[in-house]
């Protein structure tokens, strides 16, 4: 299911998100995460090494919670994690992936994008995509 154009603008205009995934024993991983319209989703970056990264590998089904500052307004995704990082994706892909993310989420451009892509690499980042299957909230 592609974003609505609605979705998209809540999304460009409302970075914080409450990811959830699941744990290994079935549990509930809730991560705060800063996010942006991505391809047919919302994404962010994240390093390979965290918990989330870690169970949408292992099973990619989410929900994000994109909200209003004040809480009063939200979107609801649920659906698939979709997972660009090293391992499976082309390095320049990826590299400008992960730009693309940052300028979605900063609402700017990096003032050093040589030193952010070294940074990127460095910290062997990942952009996370939730693609979703169903949307609702209070702000659609």
Not at 134 to 140: C, K, N, P, S
Request: charged share 25%; net charge neutral; proline share 4%.
């Amino acid at each position: 299911m592609a974003l609505s154009e609605k979705v998209r603008a809540f999304v460009s205009e409302n970075k914080q998100a409450v990811l959830s995934t699941f744990r290994g024993n079935g549990a509930a991983q809730l991560s705060i995460v800063t996010v942006c319209p991505f391809g047919d989703g919302v994404g962010f970056s994240t390093t390979t090494d965290r918990a989330k990264l870690i169970n949408a590998r292992r099973d990619p089904r989410c929900s994000l919670l994109i909200s209003k500052r004040d809480w009063w307004g939200f979107v609801v995704l649920e659906g698939q994690a979709q997972i660009l990082e090293p391992d499976n994706t082309d390095a320049d892909e990826l590299r400008l992936a992960l730009r693309d993310v940052y300028r979605g989420a900063a609402g700017k451009e990096h003032p050093d994008w040589a030193d952010y892509d070294a940074a990127m690499v460095r910290d062997s980042r990942a952009v996370m995509v939730v693609v979703p299957d169903r949307v609702y909230g209070t702000a659609l």
